[in-house]
T-cell receptor, first 115, second 111 residues
Framework: EAGVAQSPRYKIIEKRQSVAFWCNPISGHATLYWYQQILGQGPKLLIQFQNNGVVDDSQLPKDRFSAERLKGVDSTLKIQPAKLEDSAVYLC?????????????FGSGTRLTVV | DAKTTQPPSMDCAEGRAANLPCNHSTISGNEYVYWYRQIHSQGPQYIIHGLKNNETNEMASLIITEDRKSSTLILPHATLRDTAVYYCIAHGGYGNNRLAFGKGNQVVVIP
């Protein structure tokens, strides 16, 4: 089966610019996650969707980050405006349903560098 | 979810069994132990999970102590491709939505 697709693979922007990341989950996976992974740390959950509804966005910095999952399939994560501390790898994952970590599949991520 | 403790790094010899420890002394009765690994420049990959019985699959074996306060992930014949960061996570099962990763254990397989 095809994996979780993410684009772009790399992005370099200046601080205060905007950026968007795209994710296409595995077909049939109802739950989609965005994680932020800062160098040397484990991934941190930013937001979680069940179909096209938000389940958990408690760790999303809502003053600058936004995400949507239109039609319950693809998702976009946006940062506006970016700060230096947003430099990280942004990982998208999908799973069959809530609370089934054995079915999590991660994409390879987008590496963002803010200069 | 209960906190887990892993060594920050370890080396193991190619072709030998690699035993990766994890402490989870505050784990509650409904929390499973999950193991993921992250190879450089890739996203994390699910390996195995268990509640209280030992588990084995094509990738690894998971040994959980009887008191469930610690576990060991065993890679039976380590290869260079097993070099990765390994994460041990205690997770509360269905309905608990957040899979929380720590810093993990950087495992290097040495030829």
């Amino acid at each position: 089966e095809a994996g979780v697709a993410q684009s772009p693979r790399y992005k370099i922007i200046e601080k205060r610019q905007s950026v968007a990341f795209w994710c296409n989950p595995i077909s049939g996976h109802a739950t989609l996650y965005w994680y932020q992974q800062i160098l040397g740390q484990g991934p941190k959950l930013l937001i979680q969707f069940q179909n096209n509804g938000v389940v958990d966005d408690s760790q999303l910095p809502k003053d600058r980050f936004s995400a949507e999952r239109l039609k319950g399939v693809d998702s976009t994560l946006k940062i506006q405006p970016a700060k230096l501390e947003d430099s990280a790898v942004y990982l998208c994952a999908s799973s069959l349903e809530l609370g089934s970590p054995y079915s999590y599949t991660f994409g390879s991520g987008t590496r963002l560098t803010v200069v | 979810d209960a906190k887990t403790t892993q060594p920050p790094s370890m080396d193991c010899a190619e072709g030998r069994a690699a035993n990766l420890p994890c402490n989870h002394s505050t784990i509650s009765g409904n929390e499973y132990v999950y193991w993921y690994r992250q190879i450089h420049s890739q996203g994390p990959q699910y390996i195995i999970h268990g509640l209280k019985n030992n588990e084995t699959n094509e990738m690894a074996s998971l040994i959980i102590t009887e008191d469930r306060k610690s576990s060991t992930l065993i890679l039976p014949h380590a290869t260079l491709r097993d070099t990765a960061v390994y994460y041990c996570i205690a997770h509360g099962g269905y309905g608990n939505n957040r899979l929380a990763f720590g810093k993990g254990n950087q495992v290097v397989v040495i030829p």
